[in-house]
């Protein structure tokens, strides 16, 4: 069946320094890779989505890529600040077009 | 604001008693949907509207149902609510064919006791 697979395990970076989240998918190829940002006892808010024919997208300090031959997309926070503590999804349409979501990673950026 | 707004925030009720989520968008997407988030925090989708028309309807106890007034409204009504639905319910919309994200509603954390 379709997935999508992202680290489970908490990411804890300093202040400053480059966060890098990863999101792999099996079993069929993403159309367009969407990454949200999920605080505690919020709705997922959208960020980037980058298409199947992209490798890299950009938008202020974020930016995402996507390799198909690894079957993988990165996220990416540079200069992270505390205030990027939060949980990250990754989520595509998967082949029926219904949006299928990764479980998340938990960033916290430590001052 | 622009926004999806869902009601009420927070729902305790009964086992066997019904009850039913609002969700309002004014962003004037075409598509709205329900996802429920586990404790494991997997969201899943239960419903998608198209103007009105149901597209998506996953597979979900009969126990849901969905009614969409207009492209503006997505409401969820629950009967003889069980212990296992105990979860936070989300609303979304989007804009069909464009390459938008999501927008989501800040969620309604049901708990049946």
């Known amino acids: 069946s379709q997935k999508i697979e992202q680290n489970s395990e908490a990411l804890n970076i300093q202040e400053g320094k480059t966060a890098t989240l990863t999101c792999n998918y099996t079993?069929?190829?993403?159309?367009?890779l969407q990454w949200y940002r999920q605080d505690p006892g919020r709705g997922p808010v959208f960020l980037l989505l980058i298409r199947e024919n992209e490798k890299e997208k950009r938008k202020e300090r974020l930016k995402v890529t996507f390799d198909t031959t690894l079957k993988q997309s990165l996220f990416h926070i540079t200069a992270s600040q505390p205030a990027d503590s939060a949980t990250y999804l990754c989520?595509?349409?998967?082949?029926?077009?219904?949006?299928?979501w990764g479980l998340g990673t938990s960033l916290a950026v430590n001052p | 604001d622009t926004a999806v707004s869902q009601t009420p925030k927070y729902l305790v009720t009964q086992m066997g008693n019904d009850k039913s989520i609002k969700c309002e968008q004014n962003?004037?997407?075409?598509?709205m949907y329900w996802y429920k988030q586990d404790s494991k925090k997997f969201l899943k989708i239960m419903f998608s509207y198209n103007n009105k028309e149901l597209i998506i309807n996953e597979t979900v106890p009969n126990r849901f149902s969905p009614k969409s007034p207009d492209k503006a409204h997505l409401n969820l009504h629950i009967n003889s609510l069980e212990l296992g639905d105990s979860a936070v319910y989300f609303c979304?919309?989007?804009?069909?064919?464009?390459?938008?994200?999501?927008?989501f509603g800040s969620g309604t954390r049901l708990t049946v006791v």
């Open positions: 989520a595509d349409a998967g082949n029926n077009r219904k949006l299928i």
């Open positions: 962003l004037g997407h075409d598509t």
């Open positions: 079993n069929y190829s993403p159309a367009y």
């Open positions: 979304a919309s989007r804009e069909q064919g464009t390459t938008y994200g999501y927008t």
